[in-house]
């Protein structure tokens, strides 16, 4: 869906991690509406970029669930204020594969929120819920990749069909990497690649035992193929990437022929733009109230890992406080002449009017 060069709302969350999900709940609670940014092209934040299948056992109320369980659970909690259109089937307050770069203040209090793909979004309260920072893939470091189009590293739905038939070369020895041998491997043959050829600079991986068994077995059967090297060069023409020049451990270059390459070597999060916000930091986290969760610049607050306050502690849970003190702040700020009464959503019907349930469900 096209959107408008300029939308406004209510709020902006910077962030779909489990705390900038749960933040849009909570706003949305008190008649908020948010938007949500992140440069991740899924939401859940460290909880699905760096353990998706992990177990999480500290969580209120919830034993045991996977990072990606609980990514799914906030999203799911938060859709009453993230409404899907029927006609898309996508939620346009969700914008995914964005960077936030900037944020400025207009003279009439209000922010704008401007991301590199260049959505602008005008609002009154921003969310900065940025946890390590953004999460970018690591590269190859291979100047001659640069805007080739078929260097990938996400491994979302309209790559892996475009991988269909085609010689994909995966590079990576962790848990990504291995994890994407195998998604390729189990897809149906008709929507299968061609060929796959993993490619790693040694013949150890560092990934779960289990995940390292599976491939294993795959380079046994000859289902997948194993380079061991490391990448200097890249052959490009019209644009795509044809070969990669890989130096073996013998000392002797060789090209490595490929349709698509899928780079798959890891997160790492960059402070980046966030850094020239203006926001007060101490070595790199936001400081802010531990009452409100504002930080420097009234009406920009900072939840989760992002922020650092007094006895700040880097867990789910804490994050979560945080978000719904801060929803109550803004809420506060932004309409002070309205009580500001403590609802519950048991037994108030103006949550469940807000929350799209019937009475007393
Ligand atoms: C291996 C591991 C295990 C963990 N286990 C537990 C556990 O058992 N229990 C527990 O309580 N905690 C655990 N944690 C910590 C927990 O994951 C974090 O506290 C939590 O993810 C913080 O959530 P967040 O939303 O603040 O930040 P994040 O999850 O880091 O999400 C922040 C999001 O903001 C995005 N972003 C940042 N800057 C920008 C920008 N400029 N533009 C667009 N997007 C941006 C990032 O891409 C990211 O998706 C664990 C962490 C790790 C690494």
Same mark, same amino acid.
């Given at each position: 869906m096209s959107m408008p060069s300029m939308v406004d709302s209510d709020a902006v969350v910077i962030g779909a991690g489990p705390v900038g999900l749960f933040q849009v709940f909570q706003l949305g609670l008190l008649g908020l509406k948010a938007h949500l940014i992140d440069v991740l092209p899924a939401v859940g934040g460290q909880c699905v970029a760096l353990y998706p299948d992990k177990p999480i056992y500290d969580v209120p109320g919830?034993?045991?669930?996977?990072g990606r369980e609980l990514a799914q659970l906030l999203l799911a909690q938060a859709r009453p204020f993230l409404p899907l259109d029927p006609v898309s089937g996508g939620c346009d307050q969700i914008h995914l594969g964005q960077l936030v770069s900037q944020i400025e203040a207009e003279a009439d209090g209000r922010f704008v929120v401007e991301t590199d793909r260049g959505l602008r979004l005008r609002a009154r309260a921003v969310f900065v819920a940025a946890g390590a920072g953004a999460f970018v893939p690591r590269t190859l470091n291979l100047p001659a990749l640069d805007g080739a189009v078929n260097v990938h590293y996400h491994l979302d739905d309209a790559t892996v069909a475009s991988l269909s038939g085609q010689h994909v070369v995966i590079? =990576? =020895? =962790?848990?990504?990497?291995l994890g994407a041998v195998l998604a390729l491997a189990a897809l149906p043959a008709d929507r299968r690649p061609h060929a796959v050829t993993l490619l790693h600079r040694r013949d150890q991986f560092q990934a779960e035992q289990e995940l390292d068994a599976q491939v294993r077995s795959l380079l046994a059967s000859q289902q997948v193929s194993l380079v061991v090297g490391m990448p200097t060069d890249a052959v490009v023409q019209d644009g795509r990437v044809t070969a990669l020049s890989v130096l073996g451990p013998d000392s002797v270059a060789r090209d490595v022929p490929l349709d698509h390459l899928l780079v798959r070597q890891g997160m790492s999060p960059k402070l980046g733009p966030l850094s020239q916000w203006g926001l007060s930091l101490e070595?790199?986290?936001?400081s802010v109230s531990a009452a409100t969760f504002e930080s420097s610049t009234p009406g920009i607050y900072a939840v989760g890992d992002i922020n650092t306050y007094p006895g700040k502690k880097r867990l789910l849970l804490c994050g979560f406080h945080e978000a719904t003190l801060a929803a109550h702040a803004a809420a506060a700020a932004l309409n002070p002449e309205a009580p500001q009464h403590l609802l519950y959503t048991t037994t108030s019907p103006l949550l469940h009017q807000r929350l799209g349930v019937h009475q007393g469900h």
């Open positions: 919830v034993p045991l669930c996977t590079s =990576g =020895g =962790g848990d990504e990497a070595r790199k986290q936001v």
